[in-house]
């Protein structure tokens, strides 16, 4: 088994052999203020290496849509560094930042809510061009350009001029898709892209992005509850709890030998579709309700909900476990006092 050790660092990956795409380092973000604060992100690490794909797990409430919102520049950090090669996009200003807006797209959760019921599917995917006018300079080479997007998406020609409500839900989010595609970015932010989606679809479009990132290039954050679904397309997980990293991995690592007591909770719930995986254990149930965002515990603070907890969860903030990957990708980290080390340990 690969050596275990502790560290004090945050609980995020290391560097890595090659300088990454987007590198996140003690992000910090809290909303309200007095009594009333509440810290949506606490100290997150990550990182995202072009052409790869970081599934983001946990449950509701534990800060990913905020990370996914200050990954978009959407929200400035309260402390920490987001570099997008070497770069910090909340030091730009005028046209650098427009053009650096161009580098990281989104793709939403709802089809049917994110796209504009009185726009042709030309009109949605031609959109961003109408602020980025350079990128695609006229109107022939729009025409052009849409006609490529669809088809790299599984769409036709003549969707081109048919409107939202003409499309099943699939087909809306392949649009949706080609937007985000539209102008060319380096990464996309996918919030729950297939979770209103019927299961059959949602292996649909799962393809059609795992596709566009061989062809393209593009790098992924995929944000989800199903971890099924993180598993089928991500290749490293990060797994957060109340606005903290508490483990990160190469995906198979992470879900085969969980070391934190939340992360094996989590594969725990998670319906078991591939027979070959399955297990003898037996199901995790969590004790107790999700602290308030308002009120985060002491020391660990996964403790009033973990079956491991001892006195010391309560006064110490648990160090980052690392175990060594074995290989070129990253170790394997959990911020815990008790790591796992198998699945026996469970129990």
Known sequence: MPESRTTTDTAGPRSGAHPPLLEVRGVTKSFGG?????TALDGVD????????????????????TLARVLLGLERPDAGTVRYDGVDPFALR??????????????????FASLNARMSAADLIGEPWRTHRDVVPDARARDRRIRE?????????????????????????????????????????CDEPVSALD??????????????????????????????????????????????????GETDDVFDRPQHPYTAALMSAAPVLDTSRATDDQEIRLKGEIPSPF?????????????????????????????ESGGAGD?????????????SAWA
């Open 34 to 38: 007095g009594r009333r604060r509440l």
């Open 94 to 111: 005028g046209k650098d930042l427009l053009n650096w807006r161009r580098r990281v797209q989104m793709v939403f959760q709802d089809p």
């Open 199 to 248: 299961l059959s679809v949602q292996a649909q479009v799962l393809n059609v992005l795992s596709e566009l990132q061989s062809r393209l290039g593009v790098a992924y954050v995929f944000i989800s509850h199903d971890l099924s679904v993180v598993r089928y397309i991500s290749d490293r997980v990060t797994v957060m709890y109340l606005g903290k990293v508490v483990e990160h």
């Open 149 to 189: 997007l669809l088809s790299l998406v599984g769409l036709r020609d003549s969707d081109a001029h048919r409107y939202p409500n003409e499309f099943s839900g699939g087909q809306r989010q392949r649009i949706g898709i080609a937007r985000a595609l539209a102008l060319d970015p380096d990464v996309i932010v």
């Open 295 to 323: 009120d985060i515990p002491s020391g660990c603070r996964f403790r009033t909900r973990c079956w491991r907890a001892e006195e010391k969860c309560a006064t110490e903030v648990p160090p980052v476990v690392v175990r």
């Open 331 to 343: 170790d394997h980290t959990a911020l815990c006092h008790f790591p796992l080390e198998a699945r």
């Open 46 to 65: 990550l990182r995202l290496g072009r052409g790869e794909t970081l599934g983001l797990v946990g449950e509701s409430g534990c800060g990913k849509s």
